[in-house]
């Protein structure tokens, strides 16, 4: 189930990366933001139902470590808005 996820999940990220190429919108935090909402959908679909396998325990810390960025980005986004 992990390979699947991971698959998965590199498949996002390179689509998205196409996409903003293409569409010439590449920024590092607009990649991070759809990269990491695409990790929150698959996170969500291949959960384990049974078991906690280690590939989930490293996957929930990748999450946790993606809110603490994500929240960074949008304090430094707010800051550039209201400075």
């Known amino acids: ?7 998965t999940l590199g498949g996002w990220l390179i689509c998205t990366l ?3 190429l293409y ?3 590449f920024t590092i935090r607009g990649y991070f933001v759809i990269a990491f909402i695409g990790l929150l959908a698959i996170a ?10 280690r590939w989930w325990v490293i996957l929930r810390r990748l999450v946790i ?3 603490v960025v994500f929240t960074l980005v949008i304090v430094e986004y ?3 808005m209201i400075f």
């Open 23 to 25: 569409f010439s919108l």
């Open 1 to 7: 189930m992990a390979g699947l996820a991971l698959v």
């Open 78 to 80: 707010a800051s550039e």
């Open 44 to 53: 969500q679909v291949f959960a384990p139902v049974q078991s906690s396998p």
């Open 18 to 20: 196409a996409v903003l």
């Open 65 to 67: 470590l993606g809110y």
